[in-house]
C-alpha cells in the first residue's frame, strides 16, 4: 500500500515539481487543483498513482471538507503539503483590504485549518507530517508584497504554534523556498538575472524544493524544523524584492 500525500496548488509550477518527485518515490499523489483541472488531469495522468481534487481554498471551509473527504478514504495518509499561495502585490503604505484578506485566507487561513483537520482525521501508520510552504523573505525581509508577506508570516507563526503539540508521530514542518521561477509580472529574463541574487550566486531548481519535501515526509527530522531551500538568499539583507533590485539596476 502507498503512502498518499496530498499538494495544494499541485497542478503547476512548484506545486507539480513536488507531485511529480513524490509519485516517483513511490507515494500516492494527490493533486489538489481549483480552476486549474486540465492540468490537473494531465499531470495526474503521468503519475503511476495519482488522483485529482478540487477546492477553492480562499474558503477555508470548502479546504476542511476536502481534507475530511480524503480522510475518510485514503488508509495511510501519511503527508499534507499546504504548497497553494496568492501572490499580489500590495504596498507597504497602502494596504489593500481585498488582497489582504484574499492573501490571508488562501496562504494562512485555509492551511491552518486544513492541518487541523488532517491532524484529527488522518490515518497513517507512519505517522503524518504537515509542511507548511512559507518563504525565505521572512528571514531577509523587504518592505513589498506586503498582504502577501503579512500572510506568510501568519502561516509560519502558526505552523510553529501546532508544532508545539505535535511531535513524535506527528510532525509539522516549514519549508521556505527563495526566488525560484518567475513570478508576479517577471519576465523569464527578468528572472534568470533577478534569481542569482543570493550568496551562491545560482539560480535554485524547483526540484531542490520537491527534493526537501520529500525529505521531510520520510525523514528524522524533529517537528518544528524549517529548511531554506534559496541558495542562502536568507543570510542576505536585501533592501528589496529581487524583481525590483533587478530591475532598478541595485
Keep these: 500500500m502507498r503512502p498518499a500525500v496530498l499538494v495544494t496548488g499541485g497542478a503547476k509550477r512548484i506545486g507539480a515539481q ?3 518527485r513524490f509519485a516517483a518515490a513511490g507515494w500516492h499523489v494527490v493533486v489538489h487543483y481549483n480552476g486549474s483541472a486540465e492540468a ?14 478540487q477546492a477553492d481554498l480562499s474558503d477555508p471551509q470548502a479546504g476542511a471538507a476536502l481534507v475530511r473527504d480524503l480522510a475518510a478514504k ?34 494562512a ?47 509560519d507563526v502558526a505552523a510553529q504554534m501546532m508544532a508545539m503539540v505535535h511531535s513524535g508521530a506527528d510532525r509539522i514542518y516549514r519549508l521556505a523556498p527563495g526566488a525560484i521561477l ?12 533577478s534569481h542569482l541574487r543570493n550568496l551562491l550566486g545560482r539560480r535554485t531548481d524547483p526540484g531542490e524544493i520537491a527534493d526537501a519535501a520529500l525529505f521531510l515526509a520520510e525523514g528524522p ?8 531551500i534559496d541558495s542562502g538568499q536568507h543570510l542576505l539583507n536585501q533592501p528589496r524584492d529581487v524583481i525590483y533590485l533587478e530591475r532598478e539596476g541595485a
Excluded at 90 to 107: S, W
Excluded at 182 to 193: F, I, L
Excluded at 221 to 228: K, Q, V
Design 18 to 20: 513536488i507531485c511529480r
Design 40 to 53: 490537473a488531469q494531465q499531470l495526474a495522468r503521468s503519475l503511476p498513482c495519482a488522483e485529482i481534487a
Design 74 to 107: 485514503l488508509p495511510d495518509w501519511r503527508c499534507l503539503i499546504a504548497n497553494a499561495a496568492t501572490f499580489a502585490q500590495d504596498d507597504v503604505t497602502a494596504l489593500d483590504p481585498a488582497t489582504n484578506h484574499m492573501a490571508m485566507q488562501i496562504n
Design 109 to 155: 487561513v485555509t492551511p491552518a485549518l486544513m492541518a487541523q483537520t488532517y491532524l484529527g482525521h488522518a490515518k497513517s501508520a507512519g505517522g503524518r507530517r504537515v509542511i507548511q510552504i512559507t518563504d525565505m523573505k521572512l528571514a531577509n525581509m523587504n518592505p513589498d508584497f506586503f498582504s502577501y508577506t503579512m500572510s506568510k508570516a501568519a502561516a
Design 182 to 193: 518567475a513570478s508576479h509580472d517577471q519576465t523569464e529574463d527578468e528572472a534568470d538575472r
Design 221 to 228: 527530522l524533529a517537528s518544528g524544523e524549517t529548511l531554506y
